[in-house]
């Protein structure tokens, strides 16, 4: 761990009003939830298909027995837990010092930690919706909607609130989380590549000048932050 940055960032956060954290995949395997886009040896003897093939609108529509195998078996762990980035988030927002956390992740960790102030890209794996009379579930009624997810109240297909491939963001998220970064004094982007959509486009919306960027290997973005830490969340969450 380099001392000095970690000392900068410790002095940063301190004097910080208003710190956004926008947190991808990184975030959540530091609490054992794998990134669904990175196949394992175990991946291939279960499925023909890359993982962006089967997250997809059309492939949902067309194929939803497999899609909904591989999300039960891949995307669903209903017992992860906040880790000590998610709690420590969560305790700068009660502080008054925290505006909000925009994260990648649909696990609802943050939301566990207690953080309230989350825009939630990809949406959630708690919430699940009936596609044809708009009946909302929560995670452990969905999982006992059987295994194509059946609405018991029409008998509709119940889908995740997840955005898949092919599908559009949120209008009003995208916009809760723009106007909190064009606000944020701090802006702390750790645990993703900066190489998916739209991580990169909303970096361009801060304003200020403490960005931070937090991950364990070189991002594009780099070059345009004021402190990089090529370290372990937990490690530099441990000391903030
Ligand atoms: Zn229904």
Redesign the pocket.
Known sequence: MNEENIRKLQSWVSEAKSIVFFGGAGVSTESGIPDFRSPDGLYHQQYDYPPETIISHTFYERRPEIFFRFYRERMLFPDAKPNICHKKLAEWEKEGKLLAVVTQNIDGLHQMAGSRRVYELHGSVHRST?Q??G?KYDLETFLKLGDIPK?P??G?RVKPDVVLYEEGLDGDVIRGAVDAIGRADVLIVAGTSLTVYPAAAFLDEYRGNRLVLINKTATPRDGIADLVLHEKLGDVFSRL
């Open positions: 009936c044809k009379c009946a609405c109240a029409c509709g």
